[in-house]
């Protein structure tokens, strides 16, 4: 079975521990609307960033469940950025390397994503 839109909305209300009513009330978008997506209405796109946001994750994952359901208000990441923070340079470059291997990403793809990244913007 596929995994929906909607699916999805559920799972990320669930791991809040809220209910369509809380969704609405948080993002202004009316009750009778989210219900209408669970009967097969089509959210529109900004309705959709406003659930995203409110649930901590990205219309990506809602809407096709292609990146990662952690958005940019997510604690985990808030930690994660926290941690890196507080790391010296060498110690990055070393995680850099960590992630690398565990997403079977090589090691020359982040050194050019590093080196576009430190591009001067003229």
């Known amino acids: 079975m596929k995994e929906t839109y909607q699916v999805r909305i559920t799972i990320m209300l669930a791991k ?3 209910k369509r009513p809380w969704l609405a009330n948080r993002t202004g978008i009316p009750i009778g609307t989210i219900n209408g997506w669970y009967r097969g209405r089509i959210p529109r796109v900004d309705h959709l ?6 649930l901590g994750t990205t219309v990506e994952y ?3 469940g292609t990146d990662s359901e952690i958005g ?3 604690p ?11 790391m010296s340079d060498d110690s990055i470059i070393q995680l ?14 982040i050194e050019r994503i590093r080196n576009e ?6």
């Open 16 to 18: 809040v521990n809220r």
């Open 49 to 54: 960033y406003l659930v995203a946001k409110a």
């Open 96 to 109: 850099e390397h960590i992630i690398a291997a565990l997403g079977n990403i090589s090691i020359q793809s």
């Open 62 to 64: 809602l809407w096709a």
């Open 76 to 86: 985990c990441k808030k930690r994660l950025i926290h941690w890196i923070d507080m």
């Open 117 to 122: 990244l430190n591009k001067p913007i003229h």
């Open 72 to 74: 940019e208000d997510s």
